[in-house]
């Protein structure tokens, strides 16, 4: 029996556990979910066991644990090192899911719940893959798995955790479930993740809220001065204007941008799935450009005054926003926060007080095609889907994954089977049945691939 057929027989079984773990709201940004959090740890740490993973253990960090296992056959085989996360970010606005998100339901062949995509959906076919193998005895090398509860929030501690466990979690490559491909019928690898850099700033005026008609227009407005610091932040041509923002960055080469444009993308399906009529971006490059290799600015979230119900004329005393840069390759976030800072500083007018305080931020990356985990991704994708994946970028980040690279000289191989459709992070965020299954299909033949391409190598 191959793992697939193990599968086939498998499938509503697969489904109802991943069921489970979606109803447990593992959100690592509020504390009032902590519990949850470390259930969840719990549950994907037994689930392990049961598919027979050894070793398996809650490694204890300052924040969330880390839940590791192992599958060891033999010292000459290769070692993969498989990576996701069990956090999920929060599921807010709640009253703009059409079923609460953490009451998983199927719908249109689609899982609707938080995490449904991102990451429980992609992580758990990993272990239901592991799975699969062993209960076939057909695991072909040496694995490891470690599956996090901060990458929502950061990885700060599993950056150090890696740093500390060099030798435990040697490997050949790590493998990651956590991007998305073109559509069902167009299966692609992600080769490029962007870096990240995100700030708050606090605009202070007045050292209280003021009547606007008393004090308004003689004494500056945080909301209305914080509005224009970001107007800004923008040129005409939509680049950004912190002075050596673009130092670093490598300009994508023609190959590279004639790669991007062979990508089967219609603007005008883009366009009316988010029923905007224009998309708008950086001056002469495209779309995918704009998402994939170029860096971004955006206000993430803005507030301030009065926002209760119906009006009261108060000219505020303070204004505040979220803003994150993304970043490629070769900026660095703690640079570009440092030019943000020293920016915004700069330009705010003497009639306000300005406070930039740092957040989370992480590095880009690249995955090379030319290397023995993507041909093996490739094949493995190949044999799946019978189309041959497409190289892309897509425009998020996973900040561990440079770090992969730099503490453990490892290149990460992101072979995801999302869709950028399936509104991660967003209300009603979902996984199609066919992803799911599809992965788990996948996950093997990549396993499979891959030592024997290493052996021949
Ligand atoms: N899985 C995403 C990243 C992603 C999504 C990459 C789609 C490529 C395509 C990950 O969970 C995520 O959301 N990362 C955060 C960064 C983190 C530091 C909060 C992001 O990209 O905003
Ligand atoms: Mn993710
Ligand atoms: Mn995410």
Redesign the pocket.
């Known amino acids: 029996m191959s793992p697939q057929d193990f599968l086939n027989q498998h499938k509503e079984h697969f489904l109802n556990e991943l069921l489970e773990l979606l109803r447990i709201p593992s959100i690592s940004a509020d504390p009032a979910f902590k519990d949850d959090v470390l259930k969840t740890a719990e549950f994907v740490a037994e689930k392990l066991k049961l598919a027979g993973a050894t070793k398996v253990s809650i490694e204890q960090t300052p924040g969330f644990p880390i839940v590791y296992g192992e599958y060891f056959k033999d010292k000459d085989l290769p070692t993969i090192l498989v990576y996701g996360?069990y956090d999920v970010?929060p599921s807010v606005p709640d009253e703009l899911w059409d079923s609460p998100p953490f009451e998983p339901i199927i719908k249109n062949e689609r899982i609707y719940a938080r995490g449904a995509c991102?990451?429980k959906g992609q992580m758990y076919m990993h272990i239901k893959a592991f799975e699969s193998m062993m209960q076939t005895n057909s695991v072909p090398c040496n694995v490891k798995f470690m599956i996090e509860g901060e990458?929502?929030?950061?990885?700060d501690n599993l950056g150090t955790y890696i740093a500390q466990n060099k030798e435990k979690l040697s490997a050949d490559v790590v493998l990651v479930s956590?991007?998305?491909m073109i559509a069902n019928d167009i299966p692609s690898i992600?080769v490029g993740?962007r870096g990240?850099s995100y700030v708050e700033v606090e605009v202070t005026g007045p050292n209280i809220d003021l009547h606007s008609g008393v004090y308004g227009g003689a004494v500056a407005n945080p909301i209305n001065v914080l509005s224009n610091l970001i107007a800004s932040l923008h040129d005409e041509n939509k680049k950004i204007n912190i002075p050596g923002f673009y130092d670093n960055v490598i300009e994508a080469s023609n190959t590279d941008r004639e790669a991007l444009a062979k990508i089967p993308f219609s603007i005008e399906d883009y366009k009316s799935n988010l029923e905007i009529d224009d998309v708008m971006g950086e001056k002469d490059w495209t779309t995918l450009e704009r998402t994939g290799m170029r860096p971004t600015l955006d206000v993430n979230g803005i507030w301030g005054g009065y926002t209760g119900e119906g009006a009261k004329t108060v000219l505020p005393s303070k204004a505040y926003a979220k803003i994150?840069m993304r970043l490629v390759p070769n900026q660095s976030s703690e640079r570009i926060t440092k030019l943000f800072t020293e920016h915004f500083e700069r330009i705010a007018p003497k009639s306000v007080k300005v406070k930039v305080t740092p957040h989370?931020g992480?590095e880009p990356a690249l995955t090379p095609t030319d290397s023995v985990a993507f041909k093996a991704a490739s094949k493995a994708m190949e044999t799946t889907f019978g189309k041959k994946p497409i190289p892309t970028r897509?425009?998020?980040?996973?900040?561990i994954v440079a770090l992969f690279e730099k503490e453990l000289g490892l290149k990460t191989l992101l072979m995801?089977f999302?869709l950028d459709s399936d509104a991660?992070?967003s209300p009603n965020e979902s996984y199609g049945l066919f992803n799911f299954y599809k992965g788990i299909e996948t996950i093997p033949f990549f396993y499979q691939y891959y030592t024997e391409l290493m052996a021949s190598d």
């Open positions: 996360h970010q991102d990451d990458e929502e929030v950061g990885s956590d991007t998305s992600d993740l990240l994150s989370h992480g897509g425009g998020g980040s996973i900040p995801g999302g991660i992070h």
